[in-house]
């Protein structure tokens, strides 16, 4: 059993910490659709160290500086929580005996972060993380890193993601993916696979 981490099972969303650093909803969503983009935030889960990112940023919107640099030192102020439902389902999961696994878009530095707040990330089976290798989701080739680090079987793996882009690459690999909606909706697809939940 593989799992995304972000929106599968932590409930990660940079709203969280803007809302308490800006003015109003507007003045968030305007922030993050112009300075702290998806974009630049995807370049540190690809490889880019927070500091080169933040650098970068600052550079172009030194007005933001402060508010740019909250990104990376206040990063685990954008976690709301474990999605506590998925993680129940990884417990049981582990305690039948089934190997379990993260597949995940996750800068090097706050993987690390994350091992620390929420020991279970720690006690999976593996983890293949985007920042570590230096490739994303949906590339291919993490899909296939992640079979062959681990000798695992594409179609005995079942995984699940938030994203519909990633789950359609995970199937392009012969990988079994579903789109994660909530826990009950996972349960009911790992009980239709055959996985003890």
């Known amino acids: 059993m593989v799992f995304d981490v972000g929106g599968v099972l932590l409930d990660w969303n940079p709203r969280y910490l803007y809302r308490t650093l800006l003015a109003d909803d507007d003045a968030v969503e305007e922030f993050l659709t112009r300075v702290c983009t998806a974009e630049w935030n995807a ?3 690809a490889g880019r160290t927070w500091a080169e990112g933040v650098a970068e940023l600052t550079s172009r919107f030194p007005e933001h500086a402060e508010l740019i640099r909250a990104y990376d030192e206040r990063w ?15 417990g049981r999961l582990r305690a039948e005996g089934v190997p379990t696994y993260a597949l995940t878009n996750f800068s090097a530095e706050k993987w690390t972060v994350a091992l620390e707040r929420w020991p279970f990330l720690a006690e999976l089976d593996g ?4 920042g570590v290798e230096r490739v994303s989701k949906p590339s291919p080739a ?6 062959d680090r681990h000798r695992l079987t594409a179609d005995a793996t079942f995984y699940t993601d938030d994203l519909p882009v990633n789950v359609d690459a995970a199937r392009a690999v012969g990988i079994r993916a579903e789109v994660f909606v909530d826990g009950p909706t996972l349960r009911g697809q790992l009980a239709g696979a055959g996985l003890p939940v």
């Not at 709301?80 to 998925?86: D, S």
């Not at 983890?127 to 985007?130: I, L």
């Not at 993490?142 to 079979?147: A, G, S």
């Open 43 to 45: 370049a540190q889960d």
């Open 76 to 90: 685990a102020e954008m976690v709301g929580g474990t999605l506590e439902e998925t993680v129940a389902i990884l």
């Open 142 to 147: 993490i899909y296939q890193l992640l079979l």
């Open 127 to 130: 983890a293949v993380v985007s």
